[in-house]
């Protein structure tokens, strides 16, 4: 057989450099005659053996890429395989996190504070008015990268004030990130002495995604590796170095931000980007014969949501159902689905919240079984 019609250049090279660069393998490979028989035969067991170790290997390889519009938890899912499949963060690794959560933290009490003057609501207490004035200041004498216990008083005493949950509770008309509330709920442990973070910090942190993280580990004998991309409109411009070889991709939704605006451009609703974006990648020619499965994430912040504010914010002439976590998360369900064009592509989706490890772990097993079930097809070996 010949080796220039229909393998990859990884056997190419491998043959090369078994047999010192000659580039005439292929013909004697191809062109047996009495005078080499024996040597071309014995060229051609050597290629059958690399090509059915190589396959081998491919065979329990996984490339999961990770997509999705920005804010919407590739990052985090990734942390959880670090957790769950590997090691999980050593002590040091955690520390590294701390000056992240500091800035989550502060940013997220400056954020409330500048959204009062935004949304022309007022700070009750004169004390509290004096606190929020530190905020607004670009003075590194107060905050120079550390919860000092002394911020910790003054965000708490900020927090209780009726100005600044008033503020807080109309997040969705300015740009705050969902772990606001989790890190100044436990502002007292971050500013104690001798803080490391915990996994459920860490999970929580934000930091954008810039260039392309992987995070590799190992299920039952199968090798995964993770492929983790920026989400924002800047970052996606790098996605398609990523395409190739891809096994699965997981494209990633927040449930919980239909009522939420780009931090790109503050105008475009965040639902619909999703949406358009799905449809774009969905049908894609890179993808015409990959897994397609679907996280609907962050349905403990969208459970809580939806009883507060109607889907039919964002979807005002197709949405007409009851404010409930079933139908509401059901009808995005169907909205994403449908922006499929292909009658032979199968999309998976899965509800998810990807801060539960436990139901990570549930979630993950499930979408393994897929992947598994579809390479056993793929190879002639599927039930």
């Not at 996984?62 to 050593?90: H, R």
């Not at 919860?147 to 005493?157: C, G, L, M, S, V």
């Not at 100044?184 to 993280?213: C, F, H, M, W």
């Not at 990648?281 to 015409?288: A, D, G, L």
Request: hydrophobic content about 35%.
């Amino acid at each position: 057989f010949c080796l220039s019609r229909g393998l990859g250049d990884v056997y190419k090279r491998q043959i090369n450099a078994e047999y010192g660069g000659k580039q005439n393998f292929c013909v004697m490979a191809c062109c047996i005659n009495g005078d080499n028989d024996k040597e071309a035969s014995k060229i051609n067991k050597e290629i059958s053996k690399l090509l059915h170790e190589e396959k081998r290997k491919l065979s329990n390889e996984f490339k999961l890429l990770l997509l999705g519009a920005g804010e919407s938890g590739k990052s985090t899912i990734a942390k959880q395989m670090k957790m769950i499949y590997k090691q999980g963060f050593t002590e040091e690794e955690r520390l590294s996190y701390k000056s992240v959560i500091y800035q989550n933290t502060y940013s997220a009490m400056k954020t409330i504070v500048q959204a009062t003057h935004e949304l022309s609501i007022s700070i009750k207490s004169k004390s509290n008015r004096k606190i929020a004035a530190k905020f607004q200041e670009e003075d590194t004498t107060y905050f120079n990268g550390d919860i000092t216990p002394q911020i910790a008083e003054d965000i708490k005493a900020l927090w209780k004030d009726p100005g600044i949950q008033k503020t807080f509770l109309r997040s969705n008309e300015y740009q705050l990130s969902d772990s606001a509330s989790y890190y100044i709920q436990n502002v007292d442990r971050l500013a104690s002495e001798g803080y490391i973070p915990s996994e459920q910090d860490i999970l929580r942190s934000r930091a954008k995604t810039t260039g392309i993280i992987e995070t590799e580990f190992t299920i039952e004998k199968s090798k995964f590796k993770m492929v983790d991309v920026g989400g924002q409109r800047s970052e996606r411009k790098k996605w398609m170095h990523c395409f190739a070889d891809v096994t699965a991709v997981i494209f990633f939704v927040a449930l919980s931000e239909y009522d939420l605006k780009l931090y790109e451009d503050n105008e475009t609703n965040r639902m619909h980007e999703s949406l358009r974006l799905f449809k774009e990648i969905c049908n894609s020619k890179w993808f015409v014969d990959t897994s397609m499965i679907l996280f609907l994430n962050k349905k403990d912040l969208f459970e809580d949501k939806i009883q507060r504010i109607p889907l039919s914010v964002c979807f005002p002439k197709e949405y007409d159902g009851p404010s409930d976590f079933v139908p509401a998360s059901n009808f995005i369900k169907e909205k994403f689905i449908a922006q499929n064009d292909s009658e032979k592509k199968q999309i998976y989706p899965h509800l998810t919240c990807a801060t539960d490890t436990n139901h990570v772990k549930v979630v993950f097993n499930a979408v393994k079984d897929i992947i598994l079930h579809k390479a056993l097809d793929e190879s002639g070996l599927g039930v």
